[in-house]
């Protein structure tokens, strides 16, 4: 299934997501919801001095959100607020079908491999739930 | 040999060939009826022949071309009352689908007869069409919206009817087919019912015209909706049908051109039903192309229609229950199913299940299937659903069970 969507990394994340729990010392959180399917999903980000320590979801939703969410956990932690808000402006850009730079590709790792879902426009909404959720609890607390 | 032999056996498949769509991708396995069916060649005929030879403006126009495009309209308000045994072809109004053609009743019949603490009844299986705009209207009026819930079997009994429906219901709303759970509602029994109490009787027959033999008149419905769409027909054209003493007391929905008798500065009358609910310029060729599509239909006959899809039902549900991953939505019995079976693929979301289906040229629906409350009422956020057409066959059904195999596989194979 060499077009397939269903990467061996999107198929592991979702299997194994490591970032899927309830986080207990948040200091953000926020519901994200997609309206196409019904699907929700609670983020949680410990923010310290500008820094986003930890990030973790909880919900349900297909493997795209779920892998999607867990990529993107990934990738925000350790990062500032602003870096994290650069990386999901590149990965919904992405997503919305632009071209990404060798640079951004690397900047956004893991997260890069989701570009083929630009091409399903049925399946947008699935890979964007986690990061236009991120931008919303970003947006939220003026951070 | 029964008579219906021919239609029975699935791994022949006469009608494909009608269907230019299907006819061009014998790969495809096109299993999204309930949401939209695939068009015959002889309404794509149709609808291209109204433009060719005789467009012009119906019901204005004092020119020949007119007068036909205003006879297309009128013969094919004809053909779908005998249809659907509606006993006055003025009684047919035209709509662009039956969300819109429920919409008119809640806007202009429902106010005449809600006041506040009134009640309207629907069931929990109602498609976002029938309940959305009896909110709306629940809201308008403070009338309480009150619903009626399937047992076990997706039965609405006479039972639960009888504990909803009494003396502050003033309108019953129900689909004749449920768009998930496929089964047929007894719409009859919910219409004597509501008589009983001075209610009226609407009925969404989206999802039952295109798989039953429909007679409102046995129904003894006051509304009764549905689209073309998914019986063959063209996109944006849909029929309510209301008893006529009520179409006459009720306002005008949309007001403008061609609805009104006279207009002056400041006011206007409006036109005799149906006209008075159609304003502006109508779909002649849609309506003339609908036309077709029950002539299509009648020429395949209802017997051959049902006796195929309920063959078709019994092996999707048949090979569906051999997955043990499959859980399926909705009645076991196979001949409880008109078009629509719904069930899940364990573990994995229908949008997986969907999306990876598509890669083998399967095309199913999932997520909420405009039914939210009753998914909510379920416990589940979303399902799948494969949903049968008369030209499906068994190779359409045999390509699902193999995708699905392919689903289960990838998400838990080693």
Same mark, same amino acid.
């Given at each position: ?11 592991? !994340? ?22 196409? =399917? ?11 001095? /500008? ?7 909880? /919900? ?36 919305? /079908? ?27 909404? =699935? ?17 | 040999?029964?008579?219906?032999? !021919? ?14 769509? *299907? ?46 495009? @205003? ?50 009844? #629907? ?36 039972? %639960? ?22 089964? +047929? ?9 509501? !008589? ?7 009925? $969404? /027959? ?15 419905? $006051? ?5 073309? !769409? ?23 929905? *949309? ?8 207009? @002056? ?5 409006? &036109? ?12 002649? &060729? ?24 309920? %063959? ?5 549900? %048949?090979?569906?229950?051999? *997955?043990?991953?499959?859980?399926? #939505? ?15 693929? =364990? ?6 299940? &969907? ?5 083998? $040229? ?7 299937? =405009? ?42 194979? +080693?």
């Amino acid at each position: 299934m060499g077009n397939s969507i269903y990467s061996a990394a999107l198929m592991d !994340h979702n299997a194994h997501p490591d970032n899927k729990y309830d986080l207990q010392d948040a200091t953000y959180s926020h519901d994200g919801i997609n309206p196409s =399917c019904g699907d929700e999903m609670t983020l949680k980000l410990k923010v310290n001095d /500008g820094v986003i320590e930890k990030a973790a979801f909880t /919900g349900h939703g297909c493997a795209v959100s779920q892998a999607s969410a867990d990529i993107m956990a990934d990738l925000i932690e350790g990062e500032t607020v602003e870096e994290a808000r650069r990386l999901s402006g590149l990965f919904l850009g992405m997503i919305q /079908g632009k071209e990404l730079s060798d640079q951004d590709r690397e900047d956004l790792d893991e997260a890069a491999e989701l570009e083929s879902i630009s091409r399903m426009p049925a399946r947008v909404k =699935c890979a964007e739930l986690a990061w236009r959720t991120l931008d919303g609890i970003l947006d939220e607390n003026g951070e | 040999m029964s008579p219906n032999a !021919h239609v029975t056996d699935l791994t022949v498949n006469p009608y494909k060939a009608d269907f230019p769509l *299907l006819a061009n991708n014998p790969e495809l396995a096109f299993l999204d009826s309930a949401a939209t069916a695939q068009r015959p060649a002889v309404v794509l005929d149709a609808q291209r022949r109204f433009y060719e030879t005789m467009n012009a403006n119906p019901l204005r126009g004092l020119y020949k071309l007119s007068v036909e495009a @205003t006879e297309a309209i009128q013969q094919a308000r004809q053909h779908i009352a005998r249809f659907i045994g509606a006993p006055n072809a003025k009684d047919i109004v035209l709509c662009r689908n039956t969300s819109e053609a429920l919409n008119l009743v809640a806007f202009s019949f429902a106010p005449m007869v809600l006041r506040p603490g009134d009640e309207v009844c #629907i069931t929990i299986m109602e498609h976002h069409s029938n309940l959305v705009p009896w909110q709306q209207v629940c809201k308008r009026t403070g009338a309480k919206l009150v619903y009626m819930y399937p047992d076990k079997n997706s039965v609405i009994t006479e039972e %639960e009817m009888r504990a909803k429906i009494g003396p502050k219901t003033k309108i019953v709303a129900a689909a004749q087919v449920s768009n998930v759970l496929g089964v +047929e509602n007894d719409v009859k029994t919910m219409a004597k019912i509501a !008589h009983e109490f001075d209610a009226y009787m609407v009925v $969404d /027959g989206a999802q039952s015209v295109p798989h039953i033999t429909v007679d409102i008149a046995d129904i003894d419905c $006051d509304f009764f909706a549905f689209s073309g !769409h998914k019986i063959f027909g063209p996109m944006g054209i849909g029929i309510l049908w209301g008893r006529h003493e009520l179409l006459d007391a009720m306002p005008p929905f *949309l007001t403008g051109g061609e609805m009104i008798e006279s207009v @002056t500065q400041q006011g206007a009358t409006w &036109a005799p039903v149906p006209e008075k609910f159609e304003a502006g310029t109508q779909d002649a &060729a849609g309506a003339y192309a609908l036309n077709a599509a029950i002539t299509y239909v009648e020429s395949l006959g209802w017997g051959a229609i049902e006796a195929r899809e309920a %063959e078709l039902a019994k092996y999707c549900i %048949e090979q569906l229950s051999a *997955l043990p991953f499959i859980r399926l #939505i909705g009645p076991a019995d196979p001949a409880a199913h008109h078009g629509a079976i719904s069930f899940n693929v =364990c573990t994995v979301h229908p949008h997986d299940v &969907a999306s990876i289906l598509d890669m083998n $040229d399967v095309a199913i629906r999932a997520g909420h299937h =405009c039914a939210q409350p009753l998914l909510a009422w379920m416990g589940i956020e979303s399902c799948c659903r494969a949903s049968v057409a008369f030209y499906n066959d068994k190779q359409d059904i045999d390509k699902l069970v193999e995708g699905l195999k392919k689903v289960w596989s990838m998400f838990n194979g +080693e």
